[in-house]
C-alpha cells in the first residue's frame, strides 16, 4: 500500500490550547482512594497522596484535571469534604453504589493539584444539589477572606484564595443514567441560574456547560438548546465520548473517532449558528472533558480496564482529532487519571504504564503550537457504517518556537505497512527527523505490572530536506518530529 501526505506550515486550523491534555479523577472505584490518594501507602506524601503517582501525572504532561465527578457529582454536596476529617459524614454514592467516606473534598483535591501542576477544574452538581451550594463553592474556592464560605476556607487552614477558573455546570445531565437527570429545556434554565450566580460570585471564572454524552438521544437539539439558553454565560460546551471494541472488529474499532470528528464538526456549526443568530462576540469553545476506550469493565464493581495495543492507537487517534480541530477543541480530558479506565495502574503498590500512557505522553510532550492542515491521500476500507475510513490518520503540528514539525500517524491497516511519500509544501524540511513509534507485534498486547510490552520506541533518521519516504508499520502510531 502507498500513500502521500503533503504538509504547507502555512495552512493552519488553530493553535493548540494545553489543556487539550487534561484528565480527570472521580470518586470512583480505585481512582482517588488508592489511587491519587492513599495515606497507608509507603509511596504516600505528606498529606496522603501518592508521589509515584504525582510524578507520573507530571511526566505523562497533564494540564488540567477535572473533579470530583462525572456521575458521582450529581449526588455530592461539597460541604461533606471540608473541616476535620474525622467529623466527616460517610454516605452511599449513589452513582457507583460505593460508601463515599470524604476524606479527600476540596482542600485535599487543591493539595493534589498543587503537588501534581496542574490546574483545578471543579465541575458542580447540578443533580441533587443547589444554587445556593454551587455559588457558595465558588466563594469558597476563589473569594479573598472576609466572607462566610472564604474565611470557613482560612478556619480549615487555607486563608489564600484558591483561584479555581475552570468549572462545569453538571456532568451528562442528557442521560437517564445521571441523579437529577433533565430534559435539555430544564437543565438549561438550572444552568443558567447557577452560570450566573457563579459569575457574580467570581466573573473571572470560566464556565463549562454539560454537552451531549448521550448519542442514542436527539443529542443535537440537546447541544444547541443549551447553546442557544447559556451563550452569554458559557465559556465552553463539554462532550463527552467513549470507544469499544464490542463486535471484535480491528476495522470497525479503528474507524470510531470519525464519529468523533463528526460530533466535533456538528457542534461547531451549532456553536456558528447560535453565535451568528444572538450575535454573541464572545468565543464559545469545545471541551471534550471525557474520553477514552471503555468498554470491557463496563457495569463490573471494579471498573479497571486493561488496555492493548490495539487500544493504544485509538487513543492516539481521539488526540489526532482534537488537533486538526484545535480551532474548536481548546480543552479535552481523558477519563480517568489512574486504576479507572487509566493510563497508570497500580498493583501491589507498584505504579505501571498502561498502553495509552505512551501516546498521551508524546503528544503533551510534543504537540504544542499550531494546527496545521495535511493533505493525505491513501487507500480506504469499509466496516461495517463507517465508508471510506482512510487507512492512516494523520495530524500535525507546527512550532514556531522550536521550528519543529510533527507529523502523528496511525495507521490503520493490521497487518500492512504503508509506504508514504511525506512532502512539504513550503520550504525544505530539515535533514534529520525523530522517529518515536508505538508499537507491539500483536494488536492484542496488554502491559502489567512486570512487563512493558508496549511502549515508545525512539531512532533518529536521515530524510532529504525536499521530501521523503517513510513506511509506517502495521497497526502503529509513530509521530515524526523534524526540525525545520
Ligand atoms: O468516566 C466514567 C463515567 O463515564 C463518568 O462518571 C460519567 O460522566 C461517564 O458516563
Redesign the pocket.
Known amino acids: 500500500l502507498k500513500a502521500r501526505i503533503k504538509i504547507d506550515t502555512e495552512r493552519k486550523n488553530g493553535s493548540i490550547d494545553s489543556l487539550l491534555y487534561g484528565n ?1 479523577t ?1 470518586h ?1 472505584g480505585r481512582c482517588i482512594y488508592g489511587g491519587i490518594y492513599d495515606p497507608k501507602s509507603s509511596m504516600a506524601n505528606m498529606d496522603g497522596f501518592r508521589k509515584d503517582v504525582i510524578d507520573a501525572t507530571k511526566k505523562m504532561g497533564v494540564s488540567i484535571v477535572r473533579w470530583p ?4 457529582v450529581s449526588g455530592y454536596h461539597w460541604m461533606d469534604g471540608i473541616g476535620a476529617k474525622e467529623q466527616r459524614p460517610k454516605r452511599k454514592d449513589l ?1 457507583w453504589g460505593d460508601i463515599e467516606t470524604n476524606q479527600v473534598g476540596t482542600d485535599e483535591f487543591m493539595q493534589f493539584a498543587k503537588a501534581a501542576n496542574v490546574a483545578p477544574y471543579v465541575c458542580v452538581n447540578m443533580g441533587t444539589g443547589t444554587l445556593d451550594e454551587a455559588r457558595n463553592w465558588v466563594e469558597y474556592c476563589n473569594a479573598p477572606t472576609g466572607l462566610y464560605y472564604s474565611d470557613l476556607r482560612a478556619k480549615n487552614g487555607h486563608p489564600e484564595p484558591y483561584n479555581v477558573k475552570y468549572w462545569g455546570l453538571g ?2 445531565v442528557d ?1 437517564e ?1 445521571q441523579m437529577g437527570h433533565m430534559n435539555a429545556e430544564d437543565y438549561s434554565k438550572k444552568a443558567l441560574e447557577a452560570a450566573k450566580l457563579m459569575k457574580w460570585s467570581d466573573n473571572s471564572i470560566k464556565l463549562i456547560a454539560s454537552g451531549s ?1 448521550n448519542y442514542g438521544s436527539d443529542w443535537m437539539n440537546w447541544n444547541r438548546t443549551v447553546l442557544t439558553s447559556l451563550r452569554d454565560q458559557i465559556d465552553y460546551i463539554s462532550l ?1 465520548h ?1 470507544s469499544g471494541n464490542y463486535d471484535k472488529d480491528h476495522y470497525k474499532f479503528m474507524a470510531i473517532t470519525s464519529r468523533v470528528d463528526n460530533i466535533i464538526d456538528i457542534t461547531k456549526g451549532m456553536i456558528k449558528e447560535v453565535k451568528t443568530r444572538y450575535r454573541v462576540q464572545r468565543p464559545i469553545y469545545i471541551a471534550f472533558d ?1 474520553y ?1 476506550v ?1 468498554y470491557r469493565a463496563h457495569g463490573e464493581q471494579k ?1 479497571e480496564e486493561h488496555y492493548n495495543m490495539q487500544d493504544a492507537l485509538v487513543v492516539a487517534m481521539y488526540l489526532n482529532c482534537f488537533i486538526r480541530h484545535a480551532d474548536i477543541v481548546k480543552m479535552a480530558n481523558l ?2 487519571l489512574v486504576n ?2 487509566a493510563p497508570m495502574m497500580i498493583t501491589n503498590d507498584k505504579l505501571w504504564m498502561q498502553t495509552t500512557y505512551y501516546p498521551l505522553q508524546l503528544f503533551s510532550e510534543n504537540c504544542h503550537g499550531e494546527s496545521l492542515q495535511p493533505f493525505v491521500e491513501c487507500d480506504t476500507y469499509d466496516a461495517g457504517d463507517f465508508k471510506q475510513v482512510p487507512y492512516l490518520d494523520v495530524s500535525s503540528v507546527y512550532n514556531e518556537k522550536t521550528k519543529e514539525l510533527l507529523i502523528n500517524v496511525v495507521n490503520r491497516h493490521k497487518d500492512k505497512a504503508i509506504e508514504t511519500n511525506i512532502a512539504n509544501q513550503f520550504g525544505q524540511l530539515g535533514t534529520k527527523a525523530v522517529v518515536y513509534e508505538v508499537n507491539s507485534s500483536d494488536i492484542n498486547d496488554e502491559n502489567t505490572v512486570n512487563e512493558q510490552k508496549v511502549k515508545t520506541t525512539e531512532k533518529e533518521i536521515n530524510i532529504n530536506g525536499a521530501g521523503f519516504v517513510y513506511n509506517f508499520p502495521a497497526h502503529s502510531f509513530t509521530m515524526l518530529k523534524i526540525k525545520m
Do not use: K, M, P, T
Request: avoid cysteine; glycine fraction near 14%; charged fraction near 15%.
Open positions: 480527570f472521580e470512583l465527578g462525572g456521575n458521582f452513582a456532568n451528562e442521560g443514567w454524552s463527552h467513549y471525557e477514552n471503555w471498573l477519563a480517568q479507572v479506565i
